[in-house]
């Protein structure tokens, strides 16, 4: 098991472009985690799934983010029309119900 | 809501001296408390927790230990090494939901 990994690494775009990212979890760990960190600031919560079910999505940023977990194993985080603002890294975790494993990040530059 | 604040940085010290990264958390619950630390171009990595009041998290040479009265949980470290320059972030939150960050201390420690 190699961690949790996140595609791609870093990924560049212009404004209005939609982007899709994709996180593959621990593969024991049934809860997946998406968190957003702008420069100098702590992750900010997003979304997260348990198993295949997305429990909590009020916090996405607008409308213009989704996430799904289809068969509850990878997740995609994707974002429509991007703006300037959504510059940042973006963070997915794994946990089995105890502990966060953080993957290394997709750092997104809208342009 | 729930929220964590940090002690703004950057932290500069020498090696060998000793360290404290203040933290204070508000929940409405009963959280459990978190150090993660991050190296540069790299995600998360959890440097100690600590579940209940009183209890104390070790790692490393790190410290912290969960005060309930003074809603604190400040990072403590006696002898900092180079290596050990990076951004740590406190963190609240119950196993299974999500976290809240603290905005991150950037360490810089000076051979």
């Known amino acids: 098991d190699t961690g949790v990994s996140q595609n791609p690494r870093h990924k560049i775009t212009k404004r209005g472009q939609n982007v899709t990212f994709r996180c593959d979890p621990i593969?024991?760990?049934?809860?997946l985690y998406w968190y957003r960190q702008t420069l100098g600031q702590g992750p900010e919560f997003l979304t997260y799934?348990?198993?295949?079910?997305?429990?909590?999505k009020s916090r996405l940023l607008s409308d213009r983010f989704s996430a799904e977990r289809p068969k509850g194993s990878f997740s995609t985080l994707e974002i429509q029309r991007t703006e300037q603002g959504d510059s940042a890294m973006y963070l997915c975790?794994?946990?089995?119900?105890?502990?966060?494993?953080f993957g290394s990040g997709t750092r997104l530059t809208v342009v | 809501g729930d929220s964590v604040t940090q002690m703004e940085g950057p932290v500069t010290l020498s090696e060998e001296a000793f360290l404290t990264i203040n933290c204070t958390y508000t929940a409405t619950g009963y959280p459990s408390l978190f150090w993660y630390v991050q190296y540069p171009g790299e995600g998360l990595q959890l440097l100690l927790k600590?579940?209940?009041?009183?209890d104390k998290g070790s790692n490393k040479g790190f410290e912290a230990t969960y005060r309930k009265e003074t809603t604190s949980f400040h990072l403590e470290k006696g002898s900092v090494q180079v290596s050990d320059s990076a951004v740590y972030f406190c963190?609240?939150?119950?196993?299974?939901?999500?976290?809240?960050f603290g905005p991150g201390t950037r360490l810089s420690v000076l051979p």
């Open positions: 975790a794994s946990s089995p119900g105890q502990g966060y494993t």
């Open positions: 963190a609240s939150g119950v196993y299974g939901q999500n976290f809240v």
């Open positions: 593969s024991e760990h049934n809860r």
């Open positions: 799934f348990q198993n295949e079910a997305q429990l909590e």
């Open positions: 600590a579940t209940k009041a009183d």
